[in-house]
């Protein structure tokens, strides 16, 4: 197994411009999980889905914001417009409810300049 | 609001020792708890569950789970400067899903 695919790794944007993130979670498992990490936020969960469905998207920070799991394989998080303070890292975690478990993307590092 | 409470360290062990490693949760409800390990620049790494009162080994991991106190631990025997890394304590509640605590540094000293 591959485990989580995210990309892009890196992004540099400039303020104003969309971002569109993507994950591939894990083949098997249900439930699929958007953070965003700072230094001084720590680890945020943005968003989650349980069988494609978005249950809780209270974290979003703002309408700027947007998630969509349009199948079991794949996921979006979608910044429009981006600003500056968005910059961070965002992880895409793929669970297994039977555990409670997730297990971490490699993460996009977001820069809006 | 549940919350997972971890002191931020740094927390400095010799090469060999024991780093032990603490967290607690306000969620009398939760009912499955986790160990993460962060290295500098890289995602969190899944390295110990647990679900039920008392220790877990794995390796040279133990955890530790007191739901009546509510308080989950994590024994790192034999520290290796590789254990280095910021360690995150996180909870599932009965209706939530997992919250984190905002990690332990952990510094190994050769």
């Known amino acids: 197994d591959a485990g989580v695919i995210q990309s892009p790794r890196h992004e540099v944007t400039e303020m104003g411009q969309e971002v569109t993130l993507r994950c591939k979670p894990i083949?098997?498992?249900?439930?699929l999980f958007w953070y965003r990490q700072t230094m001084m936020r720590g680890l945020e969960l943005l968003i989650y889905?349980?069988?494609?469905?978005?249950?809780?998207d209270s974290g979003m920070p703002e309408d700027r914001f947007s998630a969509k799991m349009p199948n079991a394989s794949f996921s979006t998080l979608k910044i429009q417009p981006s600003e500056p303070r968005d910059s961070a890292v965002y992880f895409c975690?793929?669970?297994?409810?039977?555990?409670?478990?997730?297990?971490f993307g490699p993460g996009t590092r977001l820069t809006v300049l | 609001q549940k919350e997972v409470e971890q002191n931020s360290g740094p927390l400095s062990v010799p090469e060999g020792a024991i780093a032990s490693l603490n967290c607690t949760y306000s969620?009398?409800?939760?009912?499955?708890f986790f160990w993460y390990r962060q290295y500098s620049g890289k995602s969190p790494e899944l390295i110990m569950s647990?679900?039920?009162?008392g220790d877990k080994e794995d390796g040279r991991f133990t955890a530790q789970l007191n739901k009546a106190s509510q308080y989950v631990s994590l024994l790192i025997r034999d520290s290796q400067p590789s254990d280095s890394a910021t360690y995150l304590c996180?909870?599932?509640?009965?209706?939530?899903?997992?919250?984190f605590g905002k990690g332990t540094r952990l510094s190994v000293i050769a």
């Open positions: 975690a793929s669970g297994d409810r039977a555990t409670d478990t997730q297990y």
């Open positions: 083949s098997g498992h249900n439930s």
């Open positions: 889905f349980n069988n494609n469905v978005p249950i809780d």
């Open positions: 969620d009398r409800g939760s009912q499955s």
């Open positions: 647990i679900y039920s009162n």
């Open positions: 996180a909870v599932v509640g009965g209706n939530t899903p997992l919250v």
